[in-house]
């Protein structure tokens, strides 16, 4: 069964420095990877996908993320955090046989001024 | 772009009454689209696969008579809570697959809240 694992309830971060925002996946073939953000009442809004390709992908609002095989991670990634980054994120996998996103279950970054 | 519009983004009702929430993909066809609840502070539960022109699949554990659903062209989803009760509460998503132009990607509307009394 494929499976998506986010270890990270809460990520805080202080404005101006790295965040890393960790997912694992387990999957059978290869993987479809995806990023979401979601801001309070509201839908979930695209950031990036791996499908296939260089392994750093970038995404939108400055967001990368890094597909890694071998440790099958593809954690999310951005330079310089903004408190407007505070929001929570989703990683999913495509389930290849029926196009249904396997979610993880999403960590809330909060970017402190 | 990729955007998915969802009408009403609130609703509040009696129980007992019918709900429908309307899931529309403007600028992209959508031969598939999703309906997904969620509950506060979790993630998205998924409840069912639209398929235009076919019936939906239910997810384990959904209630087909309950949550219908009427895919009837390539950009309109409907669900529709039958009979609601305070416990069909929820925040609901829907979501539209852009398959036919390539990106294999899910784009999400922006949700309604459903608050039954």
Redesign the interface.
């Known amino acids: 069964a494929q499976s998506v694992a986010q270890p990270e309830d809460q990520v805080n971060v202080a404005e101006g420095n790295p965040l890393t925002v960790k997912c694992t996946y387990s999957v059978s073939g290869n993987p479809?990877l995806?990023w979401?953000v979601q801001y309070p009442?509201?839908?979930?809004?695209?950031l990036l996908?791996y499908?296939t390709g260089d392994n750093l992908v970038k995404g939108s609002y400055g967001f990368e993320a890094e597909f890694n095989k071998s440790q099958t991670s593809f954690h999310l990634k951005k330079p310089s955090a903004l408190v407007s980054d505070s929001a929570l994120y989703?990683c999913a996998v495509?389930d290849a046989n029926?196009?249904?996103?396997i979610?993880?279950?999403?960590t809330r970054l909060q970017v402190f001024p | 772009g990729?955007v998915?519009s969802?009408h009403p983004s609130r609703v509040i009702c009696k129980s007992g009454t019918s709900v429908k929430i309307e899931c529309r993909s403007l600028d992209f066809q959508a031969t598939?689209m999703?309906w997904y609840r969620q509950f506060p502070k979790?993630?998205?539960m998924?409840m069912a696969?639209s398929n235009e022109g076919s019936k939906a699949t239910y997810e384990q554990g959904v209630e087909k008579d309950k949550f219908l659903i009427n895919h009837a062209s390539l950009t309109l989803s409907t669900l529709t809570v039958t009979s609601a009760h305070p416990e069909d509460s929820s925040?609901y998503?829907c979501?539209a697959?852009d398959?036919d132009r390539g990106t294999?990607?899910?784009?999400?509307?922006?949700?309604t809240?459903l608050t039954v009394l």
């Open positions: 479809y995806f979401y009442n509201r839908g979930l809004q695209f996908k499908i989703f495509r029926t196009d249904k996103l979610f993880g279950t999403g | 990729a998915v969802q598939t999703f979790q993630s998205l998924l696969t925040f998503i979501s697959g398959w294999d990607t899910q784009y999400f509307g922006p949700g809240r």
